[in-house]
Structure formats: structure tokens, C-alpha cells
């Protein structure tokens, strides 16, 4: 017993938590304060800290403390203690609040102890109940959760972890800490044991001494939550049960907008200092689904850079659903229920995060239409009944292409399942799409070491913001341009609303702040239409999204995104003679693009070729190719002198899809080409299976061929007259910008011979 904490022993020194009224400080405030007194007054006279401190530091000090932790001993504790951040954050503020040292060493190791001692995890629970037995009392750390029996008049309790039967709750615990009956919250608690009464008989003493039979348990009455022996006789909540929203948002004015943004960042674990300002707005757009309620955010990007981070550690508020594995009846209630569950996830939590979205599965075949409706209007139909909720929904993803490369081919939201690929009216209900290729991936410098609010402060924030609405602020000085639709104007005055609510709370916003939030909602959102375009064309035609001066009609500004530039890979000029860009499936699947660069030597008509290795069925194209030019060749430019000349060909694969075996008539092109000395037509692509027997495939796929082709940067496509029954049903949006050119059915000649423009 000498090594456990006990209340005996009274070595909690748990500081009184504030009932509602008063100013909800969390922890230790008063110590708080002190240091931040003392940590401020250093930094004035230029004294060394025992770490860098700097003015935002002695800034959050003065106005918020009891409120902040050192997030570098965040940081250390999470290496070997997996416990809510905030949970540490706590004890952090309780036992480190202080610039020596040597006492924050001692906090740490004291932090330590009780972490193992008190923190209840879920294969302890044993252990822990048969503690409490022992001692009598003793101190825990769990979430404790209640709900009001109405029929008995009591509110029934219960832990997350540790494994008891429910017992009652004084009811003065849930008056004073609501959230008790909103989900649960995290406390320190002295639990009691008393042990069960003997059992009496009918006229309740043993009158005569003598041992009294036990009596016959069927006939004893149902115990519940009152007959149990556990009972909580002091409790110290360590999540806020309450904040203070206007002195929160009072105490904005005393940050520029810089600091205030580098203190939301610092208090995610951030160091901003290694952020670029526009950087900075993308992590702080990764907190809008948690302040802005039915909020609709896409993330994909490259690995490592932090994308759950914000859901998983920062707010208890949010759910992260790995590989995003669900079922419709677990998001979205179960059919007709009465019970609890009958909202599902979305009516539980603040923000539902699809980690992973490439894995993301529904058995429910109705599940996307079902999203769809939810994520359009924030309700949706289980059965009979139409059910509200607010959460909003990340979904988050990796992308294993360059972004430049991944425009050429497809589509930005190409990382999602079958299940929603091309789906352009559930990604029509995206609110913003934030560039994750921008955002760098996560080094330890990234990881601030100075104050920032404690992630519970944060969250209670995030919480009670989003009961507000600033959307309202962009019309004090701006109008949208006519591309606008109603979907394009709720997108950008939402993720607008959530950035003002981050970063100016008191909505003071001159013209330049809310112009500057404007351009980064209006990107995202123009994103998300430049994608649709993609997809279905002429019907999201209208992506100059833009803004106008509301003084200034005529000054109108359209908002531009970054990767849309005007880099191609097949350009506009002329090629070499014997080069030739050929358009076939990988053998993965996947539409490509290829450079085939043929080159004619003196020799004795044989063919070199490098970059497909030992790829079988790609030689047996590249030989078939070969073979058709060797007998029909001369009938495309009289006069070549094929039999005298070598072949040269470099496979080229441009965007890494992996060979294509479906580009023989691009070769056989490319060796007409070499073997004439004559380019072919510029911006030129070439589809088209050549089989060694001189027959030509039907081409399958038309539209997606064409797509990659224009997005490619081809303006021209060769095909044959055959394809145009099938263009009736390519968008006309791709054929505008990719003109065909035709040529004879199973015609290899006259293929080339288009595409040489010698006809």
C-alpha cells in the first residue's frame, strides 16, 4: 500500500472545480495564474526561461491562465502513456504549471504514478474494483457517464472502463456538470465500497442470537442501481464542465490576427513558426467540421501528414472511423428503433471522420443515397420517421500520384470506391476540398514545445460555436458572381463561417480579413467544380467562381486554384518525327497516356526497343505493330525505304500507370512517322489495337479515352468512323475541346496517313 495513492494519504491535492457561475477555470487555475504572472514578467525583462519562451507565450499567460499546458510535455507523456490528451493535459496543468525545472520533472514523475496507479484501463478493471474492496476508498480516473431513471426518480451511473454494475449518482454532480448526462465526461472520482448488509429476517433482528438461515434468493427482490455497494463520494471533473464563451471571445482582442492564429495552431499541438501562412489556413480549415455543424470536408494527399490528428487527439467530439469501415444502421440509426441507437453516429457525434476513404465499404446498397440526402440537407429517412442531426463529415484519403499527373488522367476524387466514383451529385455536396498535396508531411519540428490551450478548452470552444452563425459577415462588403449556384453559395459561406469563427470570434473583421477568408473558401469550393466538370461536363460548366465589390459592382474578382495550370503532357507544338503519344489501358485497368519515341537509323529493318523489360504481351504488341509497318508501311509515304533502316523505340510510360499492351497503331503511327522524317499533326493522341493479322479492335471506353486524352493536353484524337454511333454519349464538353479525326474502318494505312496529315 505504501506505493498506491489513497484518499488517506491525500495525495491528489485535487484543486475545486467551479460550479456553474463561476469562471470554469480547469485545474490548478490560481497556480496557473502565478506562473503565468511570473512566466510574463520574465519574458518583459528578458530573463531565461527554462524553455523559449516567446510573446505569444507571456500573452496566453496573462489572459488564459489555468487554461494552457506546454504542449512539448503533451508530447512526452503520449510516448508512454496511452491515455485522451486531454486526460494529460490536465494533470499537466495540476502539476507542471510552473517554470522551474526541477518541480516540472517532479510534476512529470508524479503524473506518471498516478497514470498507473488510478487510470482505469479496460483488462485493470479487476484489478481496480478489488482495490476499492480492500482500501475501502480509493481514487480512480474514468469517464463517467448517467442517465435519469424517471421511474425511480434517480440518476443511474456508469464507467467506461471500469466494469460495475450501474449504482446511483448524487444528484447534485449532474446539476452541477451537465455533460455528465451529454455522453459522459472524464473525472477524478473517490469510489466507496460498502459492503451488503447480513440479511434480516422477517421482523428484522436476531432476538435470540442464534445463526439465522439465509433466506431463499428466489424469492428475494430484483436488486438495481440502488442496492449496489460502489458509490462516488467526491468527484473533480477533468474535462470543463462549463465555459466561459464571452470571456473566451473578449479575450480575442488582445491577439492580432497572426497570434490568434498561431494560438488555435500551438493549442492543436502545431508549431506554426514552420508554417507558411497559407499552410497555417489549411490546418486551421482541418477545425471548421468541428465549430461549423453539417459541414462537408474532403482531404486527400500524401501519407504522413497528419490528416486524423485533429479528430483522433484534439476533440472529444469527433469519431475517426478507420479504413472507413461502417454500416448504414451503425451511421445512421437502426430502422424504427426507439432506443438510443436509433440516430446512429451521426446524431451522437460532432464530426464522423472516413479515414481511408479507398477502403470505405457499405453492405447497404442504398448507403450512398442515404449520405447524399444527409449530407444535402442534414436529415434523412430511417423507415417512417425523417431525423435531424448536425454532424459534419470528413473524408479522408491518399492520393499516390503527383497532382499534376492525376489531372492529366482523371480526377481529384479518383481515390474513392466504386461506390461513389463518378458519382457527381454526392460530390456536388462537398463543401470544400482541401489541397493535402500542399501540406507538409510531419517532422518533429512541426511539434510546438510552447503553451497553447489545453485540447478540452479547445473543444468546449469548437462546441459552443457552433450555435452561431457568421456567415452573415461576407455581405457586409462582398456579392457573388452570377456562376454562383445555391450548393456553391452554401459551400463557401459555410467554410467561410467556420475560418471567421476560428480566428475572429467577436467578428471583428475589417474588409481585407473577410475578403482574405472569402479567396480560401471560394478555392476549395471551385475545387470541388472543377472535379464535376471533369466528370459530367457541360452541367457544372459554371466554375469562374468569383466575387464583387458590393460598393464596386464592376469590380469583380474570380478566384483562381493553384494546380489548374496550363503544364501539359502532350503539347501543343510539334513533335519530333517518330514521336507519337499513344492513349490505351495499363494493364492495371487504369486509362493512361504514353510517349512512344521512334527514331530510324541505318540498318537492316530490325527493331530496338527499351523501357518494357520483359513485359510479354507488351513485346507482342510492340511485334505486331512492327510487322504491319514492314508489309503496309510503304503504302503511307511512297519512297520510305523501310528494309534499309533500323528502329529505335524508348517506351515512355508518362504518369507511372504501369505498360499498356493496347497502343500497337501509336507504334505503328510513330514508325511511319520515323521511317518518312515526318511529324505528326500536333497536340495529336492515338487510341487503337493493331493485331498482328493486320485487323484493328473495336475501341471500348470511348469517353474515358477521350477524357484522359483532352486532360492530357491533346486537342486532336484519331479514330474510326465506327466511334461516331458512340459519341452521342461522351459529354459534349470533352468533345468540344478534342476534335476527332477519322479514318477508314480497319484501316491501319489510313490511320497514319491522318495522322502524318497527308490526306
Not at 461549423?292 to 486524423?308: I, M, Q
Not at 523501357?611 to 504488341?621: L, M, Q, S
Request: charged share 30%; hydrophobic share 40%; glycine share 8%.
Amino acid at each position: 500500500m505504501d506505493d498506491t495513492y489513497t484518499d488517506d494519504e491525500d495525495l491528489w491535492d485535487v484543486p475545486e472545480v467551479p460550479v456553474p457561475g463561476d469562471d470554469g477555470a480547469v485545474g490548478a487555475a490560481a497556480a496557473a495564474d502565478d506562473a503565468g504572472d511570473a512566466v510574463a514578467a520574465a519574458a518583459d525583462e528578458s530573463s531565461e526561461l527554462a524553455f523559449d519562451a516567446d510573446t505569444l507565450d507571456a500573452k496566453l499567460l496573462r489572459h488564459f491562465g489555468g487554461k494552457i499546458v506546454r504542449k512539448d510535455l503533451t508530447s512526452l507523456m503520449k510516448r508512454s502513456a496511452n491515455v485522451p490528451t486531454f486526460v494529460l493535459e490536465y494533470l499537466l496543468g495540476m502539476y507542471c504549471s510552473t517554470d522551474d525545472e526541477d518541480g516540472v520533472e517532479e510534476g512529470l514523475e508524479r503524473i506518471r504514478k498516478i497514470l498507473t496507479e488510478n487510470y482505469v484501463r479496460p483488462d485493470e478493471s479487476e484489478r481496480i474494483k478489488s482495490k476499492i474492496r480492500e482500501l475501502g476508498q480509493y481514487t480512480i480516473i474514468d469517464k463517467l457517464s448517467a442517465r435519469l431513471d424517471e421511474y425511480k426518480d434517480i440518476y443511474v451511473a456508469s464507467f467506461a472502463n471500469l466494469t460495475i454494475e450501474p449504482f446511483v449518482i448524487p444528484a447534485e454532480y449532474v446539476r452541477n456538470y451537465s455533460k455528465i448526462l451529454q455522453g459522459g465526461i472524464w473525472c477524478i472520482m473517490r469510489i466507496e465500497y460498502r459492503r451488503p448488509d447480513a440479511e434480516l429476517d422477517e421482523f428484522g433482528a436476531d432476538v435470540f442470537g442464534d445463526e439465522i438461515p439465509a433466506r431463499n434468493r428466489s424469492k428475494k427482490k430484483k436488486r438495481g442501481p440502488e442496492d449496489s455497494p460502489f458509490s462516488v463520494v467526491s468527484l473533480t471533473p477533468i474535462q470543463m464542465p462549463n465555459l466561459d464563451l464571452d470571456e473566451m471571445i473578449e479575450c480575442r482582442q488582445y491577439f492580432t490576427r497572426d497570434e490568434w492564429l498561431n494560438m488555435l495552431l500551438r493549442s492543436a499541438g502545431y508549431e506554426p513558426n514552420e508554417l507558411t501562412e497559407r499552410e497555417r489556413l489549411h490546418f486551421v480549415e482541418r477545425m471548421v467540421p468541428l465549430i461549423e455543424h453539417n459541414y462537408n470536408l474532403c482531404e486527400l494527399g500524401p501519407r504522413g501528414t497528419g490528416k486524423s490528428h485533429i479528430y483522433k487527439e484534439v476533440s472529444p467530439y469527433a469519431i475517426l472511423l478507420s479504413g472507413g469501415q461502417t454500416t448504414t444502421a451503425n451511421l445512421f440509426g437502426r430502422m424504427n428503433s426507439m432506443r438510443a441507437d436509433r440516430v446512429g453516429l451521426v446524431g451522437h457525434w460532432d464530426c464522423v471522420t472516413f479515414d481511408e476513404v479507398a477502403g470505405m465499404r457499405f453492405r447497404d446498397t442504398n448507403a450512398v443515397q442515404i449520405m447524399k440526402d444527409y449530407m444535402a440537407s442534414g436529415s434523412y429517412a430511417r423507415g417512417r420517421d425523417q431525423i435531424n442531426a448536425d454532424a459534419s463529415m470528413v473524408f479522408e484519403g491518399n492520393i499516390n500520384d503527383t497532382v499534376q499527373n492525376v489531372l492529366k488522367t482523371t480526377h481529384l476524387f479518383d481515390s474513392f470506391p466504386p461506390e461513389f466514383n463518378n458519382d457527381s451529385a454526392f460530390f456536388d455536396r462537398i463543401h470544400y476540398y482541401l489541397p493535402g498535396w500542399e501540406i507538409p508531411k510531419m517532422r518533429s519540428s512541426l511539434l510546438t514545445g510552447h503553451y497553447g490551450l489545453i485540447t478540452d478548452c479547445l473543444s468546449e470552444f469548437c462546441k459552443e460555436m457552433r450555435r452561431r452563425d457568421y456567415t452573415h459577415l461576407i455581405d457586409r462588403f462582398f456579392r457573388f458572381n452570377s456562376d454562383f449556384n445555391k450548393r456553391d453559395e452554401i459551400a463557401v459561406r459555410k467554410t467561410f463561417g467556420g475560418l471567421a469563427k476560428l480566428l475572429f470570434p467577436d467578428e471583428a473583421m475589417d474588409k481585407d480579413d473577410v475578403e482574405w477568408l472569402l479567396d480560401y473558401a471560394i478555392e476549395g469550393r471551385r475545387r470541388v467544380k472543377e472535379q464535376l466538370k471533369i466528370m459530367a461536363g457541360v452541367e457544372f460548366i459554371d466554375v469562374n467562381l468569383g466575387y464583387m465589390d458590393a460598393d464596386n459592382p464592376q469590380d469583380v474578382h474570380v478566384v483562381q486554384v493553384p494546380e489548374q495550370s496550363e503544364d501539359t503532357l502532350i503539347p501543343d507544338g510539334p513533335l519530333l518525327p517518330g514521336h507519337v503519344f499513344g492513349v490505351g489501358r495499363a494493364q492495371g485497368g487504369e486509362v493512361a497516356v504514353y510517349k512512344l519515341e521512334n527514331k530510324a537509323v541505318a540498318g537492316e529493318c530490325k527493331l530496338k526497343h527499351e523501357g518494357v523489360g520483359f513485359n510479354k504481351p507488351v513485346r507482342d504488341t510492340l511485334d505486331a505493330a512492327f510487322e504491319n509497318f514492314e508489309t503496309l508501311g510503304s503504302r503511307v509515304a511512297p519512297g520510305m525505304h523501310i528494309a534499309s533502316k533500323d528502329y529505335l523505340l524508348f517506351y515512355n510510360d508518362l504518369q507511372g500507370k504501369g505498360l499498356s499492351d493496347e497502343i500497337s497503331l501509336a507504334e505503328f503511327v510513330g514508325l511511319c512517322s520515323a521511317a518518312a522524317n515526318r511529324p505528326v499533326m500536333a497536340a495529336l493522341a492515338v487510341p487503337g489495337i493493331l493485331r498482328v493479322s493486320g485487323t484493328m479492335d473495336e475501341i471500348r471506353g470511348l469517353e474515358d479515352i477521350m477524357r484522359v486524352a483532352k486532360n492530357a493536353g491533346a486537342k486532336r484524337i484519331v479514330l474510326p468512323y465506327a466511334c461516331i454511333r458512340d459519341l452521342q454519349a461522351v459529354s459534349p464538353e470533352i468533345i468540344t475541346g478534342l476534335s476527332p479525326v477519322f479514318y477508314q474502318d480497319n484501316d491501319p494505312v489510313d490511320a497514319a496517313k491522318k495522322a502524318l496529315d497527308l490526306q
